[in-house]
């Protein structure tokens, strides 16, 4: 029955069987969890029901099973025992990535002299592992690691500190890729660019050497786009002005960094890069529009209050009730 409906949960639209499969064996679990007749097995029908196995973040669910097969009746001493050492290792692989990205951190000298910015390492690691756990992916999590320290600086710039002349210079700099046209901003905007502008020539650079592909326009492409959305919902917070949820949507998606941190991560981790890709990416396919949509509704559901509060644009909730004069909870369903 808990396979049943971990399976309906692969379904896609128009499926009206799985639907019913899931509705049947939800139904049938909440019954046995309130019965309560093994506990162990009741323990994991229960974090099911809470959210199911592939929505998960893999390595904590290892983690977490790991102590529920400690109990079970049945249980496989030498199987548990690999299960603790292949954790074990794992995580020592992921802390010597988090040593060198926390080096390169410091390196930037960005919490150091942007005090207003988050300063979330440890976070923006574990969003990696969530991405991709393998040890053998290390240089694929230091690197996107790097991506996201620098969109969570970029984003708290456009949110928290920056005045909109100062948004519209920094987003013009960024569209020219010039080190040169850094002089007109700021001196905090100075040090990001420059820490941006350095990441991604190195990365651009070892892709060349690896691959002999040339990936800097697509990157930069992806940092533009994202800069652009930024500002576009800068533009809306100071004329205090509220999308449609469409209109919010259609920027959110980007502004969300889906795209940024998925054009990276494919060159980081694909070899061969194929010319067939790289087109694909002057135009984001529908894989890559989707999935970072449901992030940012996901991200919406569970920080948009807290944001608002600090200062930012409405998010999918607030632009959906506006628009339509829906309550908070109906537009949260």
Request: charged residues 25%.
């Amino acid at each position: 029955m808990l396979s049943l409906y971990e399976a309906s949960f692969f379904l896609i639209e128009g499926e009206n069987i799985l639907e019913e499969a899931r509705d049947f064996s939800t139904k049938h679990l909440e019954e046995y969890v309130k019965q309560n007749k093994e506990k162990n097995l009741a323990a994991i029908v229960n974090h099911s029901l809470e959210l199911p196995l592939h929505w998960r973040m893999l390595r904590l669910e290892a983690r977490w099973f790991i102590d529920i097969y400690r109990h079970n009746q049945d249980v496989n001493p030498i199987l548990l025992e690999f299960a603790e050492l292949d954790f074990n290792i794992v995580q020592a692989a992921h802390q010597a990535d988090l040593k060198q990205v926390s080096t390169w951190w410091k390196s930037t000298g960005l919490a150091k002299n942007l005090s207003f910015a988050r300063d979330r390492q440890v976070e923006n690691f574990f969003w990696t592992v969530g991405i991709i756990f393998q040890p053998q992916f290390g240089y694929c999590r230091r690197m996107l690691t790097r991506v996201l320290a620098l969109i969570t600086t970029i984003d708290d710039i456009y949110d928290v500190y920056g005045t909109l002349d100062e948004l519209e210079l920094f987003t013009d700099v960024v569209e020219r890729w010039d080190i040169n046209a850094m002089d007109q901003l700021p001196d905090y905007m100075k040090i990001c660019f420059l820490a941006l502008h350095n990441s991604v020539n190195n990365m651009a650079l070892d892709i060349v050497k690896k691959q002999r592909f040339h990936i800097i326009e697509y990157l930069k492409k992806a940092r533009v786009g994202l800069c652009r959305s930024y500002l576009f919902e800068a533009k809306w917070y100071y004329n205090r002005y509220t999308p449609s949820l469409q209109e919010y949507i259609e920027n959110a998606w980007i502004s969300i960094s889906g795209p940024t941190v998925l054009v990276h991560a494919y060159f980081l981790v694909t070899n061969p890069i194929t010319k067939e890709a790289l087109e694909c990416l002057n135009e984001y396919p529908n894989i890559i529009r989707w999935s970072s949509t449901i992030l940012r509704l996901a991200d919406d559901l569970g920080t948009s209050m807290d944001e608002l509060k600090r200062g930012d644009v409405p998010k999918a909730i607030q632009c959906y009730m506006n628009e339509t004069g829906a309550s908070e909870e109906d537009a949260s369903e």
